[in-house]
């Protein structure tokens, strides 16, 4: 039958992604410290961060290697040259990510971590997005739709926000928020039964 899944995400993209692969699981959002670190890479940051959040879902719920059940947590981010974009604080933040991203390749990096009573299991995966060039005014078309605030990078590619990518080499949903393919195997590997992939 295999080990029960809890994801540690109150993210309705996440959840949504594994639902459509005929996962059932509960929710259970870890709730950690997300601010980055002096000199931090995008890829440790988001690595750390996922690490973090599952561990919490696991100390939080008391979980033990006696228990037949795997958590399942990720991070998501959007790198610019190196410069990690969390989600925005403002429009004016979420602006100047955009503009910052116009007619350019960014990368986006998803870490996704997998605890079982067996050990952890971690992936990351990374795509690169390649904006259009945007105008002041399809910016402020973007900003106007109110999706962009709970975002990293400011924009969402499975909603409005897919209008502002030209091309994408990688993962689609991996910018979405978890790589389905990648998320597959860590679930395997924690003994979660998986029928596709």
């Known amino acids: 039958m295999g080990n029960a899944l809890i994801l540690g995400s109150a993210s309705p993209r996440r ?6 692969i005929g996962l059932d699981f509960a929710v259970h959002p870890a709730d950690v ?9 995008p890829t440790g940051y988001v690595e750390r961060v996922a690490i973090a959040k ?5 100390d939080r719920l008391t979980l ?6 795997a958590v399942l947590a990720a991070d998501t981010t959007v790198d610019v040259d190196g410069e990690i974009l969390a989600k925005p604080l403002d429009d004016d933040d979420a ?6 991203m116009s007619g350019r390749t960014h990368k986006v990096h998803t870490a996704v971590v997998g605890w079982c009573p067996g050990g952890t299991h971690a992936v990351t995966v990374t795509t690169d997005v390649t904006f259009a060039d945007l105008s002041e005014q399809a910016i402020e078309w973007y900003l106007s739709l109110g999706e ?4 990293a990078g400011a924009y969402g590619m499975q909603t409005a926000g897919g209008a502002l990518v ?7 949903s991996n910018v979405i928020g978890l790589p389905l393919v990648e998320t597959i195997g860590v679930l395997r590997a924690c003994g979660v039964s998986v029928a596709g992939g």
């Open 54 to 58: 599952a561990h919490a879902v696991v």
């Open 64 to 69: 033990g290697t006696d228990h037949e059940i």
């Open 95 to 100: 602006h100047r990510m955009l503009s910052l």
């Open 166 to 172: 030209h091309r994408i080499a990688g993962s689609p």
């Open 33 to 41: 410290d997300e601010s980055g670190r002096a000199g931090e890479s």
């Open 15 to 20: 959840q949504q992604l594994l639902a459509s």
């Open 148 to 151: 962009h605030l709970d975002k």
